[in-house]
């Protein structure tokens, strides 16, 4: 079975209600692998070469995060300021090179409403400009950058809305590796070849 790994970066996950029930979702998948991330770091440095093996282990990647101050926690910067760096910049040929097409997707959960992350809203800028970074990281690493899951008003949401947002997560998910594991079926190019 193909592997959907999660790397969630929560800086207080105890206090955590959306990206809580987001991860308890997730988790019902047998393809998933879920890394609480501070818990491994809490005091903020990064093991990258465990964690450039944890990537080239994975068929799919996810980051998960709460959006804080129109960005990352900073563990996740300083995560992918040493894992990006290790493999990209110091063992290219051993661990950059083997990123190349493996699929990225950010799943951010926001307080703020969608309305506002607009030219006229209140934040001013769109979700997509504000994780351009982000993107551009994922470009420069070969990764492959899949339509962001995100969940807006997330302070806000009572049980049964984050509870449906968490079955939204799990059924992109689950058709993310179905998908992926279609492709990768040799079957499929018989299919093709034959057909
Ligand atoms: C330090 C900090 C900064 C935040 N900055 C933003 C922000 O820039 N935009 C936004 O929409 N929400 C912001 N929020 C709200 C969080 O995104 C929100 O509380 C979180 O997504 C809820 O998820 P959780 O229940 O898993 O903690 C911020 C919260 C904190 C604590």
Redesign the pocket.
């Given at each position: 079975m193909s592997k959907t790994l999660i790397l969630l970066f929560?800086p207080?996950l105890a206090?955590?209600?959306?990206?809580?029930v987001l991860a308890a979702a997730a988790l019902r998948l047998p393809e998933v692998e879920l890394i609480d991330v501070h818990s491994l770091y809490p005091d903020g440095g990064v093991d990258a070469g465990a964690e450039a093996d944890r990537l080239l282990s994975a068929d799919r990647i996810v980051l998960q995060f709460?959006?804080?101050?129109?960005s990352t926690p900073p563990l996740l910067k300083a995560w992918q300021d040493a894992v990006f760096t290790r493999m990209v910049y110091v063992h290219y040929k051993t661990e950059g090179r083997l990123l190349a097409g493996k699929p990225l997707l950010v799943a951010a959960?926001?307080?703020?409403v969608p309305e506002?992350y607009a030219p006229g809203g209140a934040?001013r800028f769109t979700m997509a400009e504000l994780l351009r970074p982000l993107e551009a990281s994922a470009h420069r690493c070969g990764l492959s950058w899949q339509p962001p899951f995100l969940v807006y008003r997330?302070?806000k949401r009572d049980e049964l809305s984050l509870f449906s947002a968490g079955r939204d997560y799990a059924a992109r998910l689950d058709a993310w590796g179905r998908a992926g594991e279609a492709e990768e079926d040799p079957r499929r190019y018989l299919v093709e070849a034959w057909g």
């Amino acid at each position: 079975m193909s592997k959907t790994l999660i790397l969630l970066f929560h800086p207080d996950l105890a206090r955590s209600r959306a990206n809580a029930v987001l991860a308890a979702a997730a988790l019902r998948l047998p393809e998933v692998e879920l890394i609480d991330v501070h818990s491994l770091y809490p005091d903020g440095g990064v093991d990258a070469g465990a964690e450039a093996d944890r990537l080239l282990s994975a068929d799919r990647i996810v980051l998960q995060f709460p959006i804080h101050w129109y960005s990352t926690p900073p563990l996740l910067k300083a995560w992918q300021d040493a894992v990006f760096t290790r493999m990209v910049y110091v063992h290219y040929k051993t661990e950059g090179r083997l990123l190349a097409g493996k699929p990225l997707l950010v799943a951010a959960t926001a307080g703020n409403v969608p309305e506002a992350y607009a030219p006229g809203g209140a934040n001013r800028f769109t979700m997509a400009e504000l994780l351009r970074p982000l993107e551009a990281s994922a470009h420069r690493c070969g990764l492959s950058w899949q339509p962001p899951f995100l969940v807006y008003r997330a302070d806000k949401r009572d049980e049964l809305s984050l509870f449906s947002a968490g079955r939204d997560y799990a059924a992109r998910l689950d058709a993310w590796g179905r998908a992926g594991e279609a492709e990768e079926d040799p079957r499929r190019y018989l299919v093709e070849a034959w057909g």
